[in-house]
């Protein structure tokens, strides 16, 4: 194992409105933790039928591109706060690819967002952060809908910083020390 390498942290988007707050999140604890970014889109696979067979094959090439320079730009976005990332794009089940793009880079902890939808499909599919988060094997922060738009960061000394994260139903802040070891 590379000891100088520096520990990654997994944020995956998927370009919807919970983007921003994730990507967010995910910069405050790089910054707080001293840690690069592996930003992450998933493609799920065109499904081939009769009315999709007549497309052309380039299609999902072409989806694969357009995730590629989005993520590219949000690496952009992460590079002016001081923050170094890597865009990666995968196609397949998105939590699968997820842990298993996690898994690969040896990340530390996965952010990913959560868009407040409930309802029937959650109950019969579940949800891409809930399934991330029961097969992990690192700590998953799950961004809610409603986080604050800013984040408190706080060093206190040379050795300990703190991200404090408060949300518009939870009066209470949780807070991470140290970030993880």
Same mark, same amino acid.
């Given at each position: 194992?590379?000891?100088?390498?520096?520990?990654?942290?997994?944020?995956?988007?998927?370009?919807?409105?919970?983007?921003?707050?994730?990507?967010?999140?995910?910069?405050?604890? =790089?910054q707080?933790?001293?840690?690069?970014?592996?930003?992450?889109?998933?493609?799920?696979?065109? =499904?081939?039928?009769p009315?999709?067979?007549?497309?052309?094959?380039?299609?999902?090439?072409?989806?694969?591109e357009?995730?590629?320079?989005?993520?590219?730009?949000?690496?952009?976005?992460?590079?002016?706060? &001081?923050?170094?990332?890597?865009p990666?794009v995968?196609?397949?089940?998105?939590?699968? =690819?997820?842990?298993?793009?996690a898994?690969?880079?040896?990340?530390?902890?996965?952010?990913?967002?959560?868009?407040?939808? &409930?309802?029937?499909?959650?109950?019969?599919?579940?949800?891409?952060?809930?399934?991330?988060?029961?097969?992990?094997?690192?700590?998953?922060?799950?961004?809610?809908?409603?986080?604050?738009?800013?984040?408190?960061? =706080?060093?206190?000394?040379a050795?300990?910083?703190?991200?404090?994260?408060?949300t518009?139903?939870?009066?209470?802040?949780?807070?991470?020390?140290?970030?993880?070891?």
């Open positions: 194992m590379d000891l100088t390498r520096k520990k990654t942290i997994l944020v995956a988007v998927d370009f919807s409105h919970a983007t921003e707050r994730t990507l967010q999140t995910g910069l405050a604890l =790089a707080s933790w001293n840690m690069e970014l592996a930003l992450c889109h998933v493609c799920r696979p065109v =499904a081939v039928t009315a999709t067979s007549l497309l052309p094959l380039s299609d999902e090439f072409v989806m694969q357009e995730a590629h320079r989005s993520l590219v730009k949000l690496v952009a976005q992460a590079q002016q706060h &001081g923050v170094s990332a890597k990666h995968r196609v397949g089940d998105p939590s699968l =690819a997820i842990l298993e793009l898994h690969e880079l040896h990340a530390v902890a996965i952010v990913l967002g959560s868009h407040g939808n &409930g309802g029937l499909m959650h109950k019969l599919l579940g949800s891409v952060p809930t399934k991330v988060a029961r097969e992990s094997t690192v700590p998953v922060i799950v961004v809610p809908p409603n986080l604050s738009a800013t984040w408190t960061l =706080a060093t206190r000394g050795e300990t910083s703190t991200a404090t994260l408060a518009k139903n939870d009066k209470e802040s949780r807070q991470w020390a140290n970030g993880p070891r």
